[in-house]
Each structure stands twice: as C-alpha cells, then as structure tokens.
C-alpha cells in the first residue's frame, strides 16, 4: 500500500494498527528488503511439539495421572527436567482440565434385587398417589466418607 502511494496514516486506519507499526514494518522493508519479524523476544519454551503430544498422550492414557506423575514418565523418556506448571499449562492448552470423576455407590445384587422391587411397587400407585411426591435433583448423597477429591 505504501508503494502504491499510501500515506502510513491510511495504511494504519485500513490495517487496523496504529502508525508506529506501520513506520516500523516500513523502516524495517527499506532497511533488509523483506517484512519477516525478528525473531521473538522472550523466554524460549522449555518442551517442543513432540514434548507437549507426549503429555498429551500421558494423560489420555491415564485419565487419574498427576502433574508429578507425568513429569517424571517425560523425564524418563526424554531427559529432560520441566516443572509441574509446564505440564499443567500444556494440559490446558489441549483444553485438558483437571476434573473431578463422577462416582456412584457399588451396587451389590441385593441392591439390585431391592431397587427392581421398588418400581415394581410403582407401577401399581394411581395418579392420587404420586401428587404427594415431589422430585428434585438438588440432593446430594454420600454413602461413604469419600470426599471426590480425586482429580482426572
């Protein structure tokens, strides 16, 4: 745009940036003939794509593995030291959060025998009964003292 007569006021207003981005892609055209950005200012990253497919499939092949876990197994297989952070900011670019697992009680067959029994017993109540029933789904139960705090 600039070549073709542009002022660098209009070519920011079109671009969408501001015009000391477009005196500096210019000034940089003019000085080494070509607009490629400098290589990136800031910290390296400490793993490589290779690295971060290998979390990755850590953590699909053990859905209940911790930071630590896998940061020693990528350790082992690579050589390479990364903190427990780098993983978990790895996971979650792959949009692999920590969740909680759902668990439910184990159902013995006597349990079964027992829940079967129940409905039965529902089939045979009229409309009259069931208008003192009230159905929510805001309980929560615990059977046991596990507190889910097993995170996946």
Request: charged letters at 30%; proline letters at 2%; hydrophobic letters at 30%.
């Amino acid at each position: 745009m600039l070549l073709g007569g542009h002022s660098q006021r209009e070519v920011a207003r079109i671009v969408g940036v501001s015009q000391s981005v477009v005196a500096r892609m210019w000034r940089r055209y003019k000085e080494t003939g070509q607009f490629t950005r400098r290589p990136g200012q800031g910290r390296s990253r400490c793993t490589t794509d290779a690295d971060d497919r290998y979390i990755r499939l850590l953590a699909l092949r053990n859905r209940r593995g911790t930071a630590t876990r896998f940061q020693t197994e990528l350790q082992l297989a690579t050589g390479q030291r990364v903190s427990t952070q780098t993983i978990r900011n790895r996971l979650h670019n792959d949009t692999m959060n920590a969740r909680r697992p759902a668990t439910s009680p184990i159902l013995t067959r006597a349990h079964r025998i027992q829940r079967l029994d129940f409905t039965k017993n529902l089939l045979n109540l009229e409309m009259r009964d069931w208008e003192s029933v009230l159905f929510t789904n805001e309980s929560r139960f615990h059977w046991s003292s596990c507190d889910r705090r097993i995170r996946v």
